[in-house]
């Protein structure tokens, strides 16, 4: 049973960084596209950054890839997001998803679809 568990949310101030973590189980994270979404209060969710790890391809939002790194620890079956600067308006749930055994980074960050696995998401607030 595929299963995605994040972590690393919470309350910080402008400014300052954040390392989200994305474990998965039931699947290999190297053989999916992984991805971290995130939704803002009244918002649409969008896919912010995706990854195939053994094929070292990533994709990022174009306005703020600039702030994202994403990357995985096969041994551990983790996926992760490094969001620096991070401004109120990041303010979001931020979740991960998984598309075992694609290959396409792109497609699951602008087209999730119900048939891909999602995590519960964790809560990021940013406030001084």
């Known amino acids: 049973q595929v299963q995605l568990v994040e972590s690393g949310g919470g309350l910080v101030q402008p400014g300052e960084s954040l390392k989200l973590s994305c474990v998965g189980s039931g699947f290999a994270v190297g053989e999916a596209v992984v991805g971290w979404f995130r939704q803002a209060p009244g918002k649409e969710r969008e896919g912010i950054a995706c990854?195939?790890?053994?094929?070292?391809?990533?994709y990022y939002e174009r306005s703020i890839k600039d702030r994202l790194t994403i990357s995985a620890n096969d041994a551990k079956n983790e996926v992760y997001l490094q969001i620096n600067s991070l401004q109120p308006d990041d303010t979001a749930i931020y979740s991960c998803?998984?598309?075992?055994?694609?290959?396409?980074?792109?497609?699951?960050?602008?087209?999730?679809?119900?048939?891909?696995?999602w995590g519960q998401g964790t809560q990021v607030t940013v406030s001084s």
């Open positions: 990854i195939h790890a053994r094929a070292n391809v990533r």
């Open positions: 998803a998984a598309r075992p055994f694609a290959t396409a980074v792109q497609p699951l960050c602008l087209a999730p679809t119900p048939d891909d696995y």
